[in-house]
């Protein structure tokens, strides 16, 4: 049986690099959830997005990768943190 992996310890490169551009962008105000990864990583991969590309450090590709994060965002396809000022 295969442990499942998660952003919080992360086997695949995706999704380490997916939890490092969250922490950046968004500023940690969101939960890292695998399923949610998944979903920015398919809309990633629709919007014609290369994770070779990426690693390779284009540009373009980061920039999509991060327009397809403010967007999930601002769409509520997030879970956000509460804070203690929220509750």
């Known amino acids: 049986m295969a442990a499942e992996t998660t952003p919080v310890s992360p086997v695949r490169a995706d999704y380490r690099f997916m939890r490092k551009l969250v922490s950046s962008v968004l500023g940690g105000k969101v939960e890292?959830?695998?399923?949610?990864?998944?979903?920015?990583?398919?809309?990633?991969?629709?919007?014609?997005?290369?994770?070779?590309?990426?690693?390779?450090g284009s540009p373009q590709d980061i920039q999509l990768l991060k327009n397809i994060l403010k967007w999930a965002y601002k769409k509520d396809r997030l879970t956000k943190k509460m804070s203690w000022g929220s509750a």
């Open 32 to 56: 890292e959830v695998p399923k949610e990864f998944d979903f920015m990583i398919g809309m990633f991969r629709k919007a014609g997005g290369s994770w070779e590309r990426i690693f390779r």
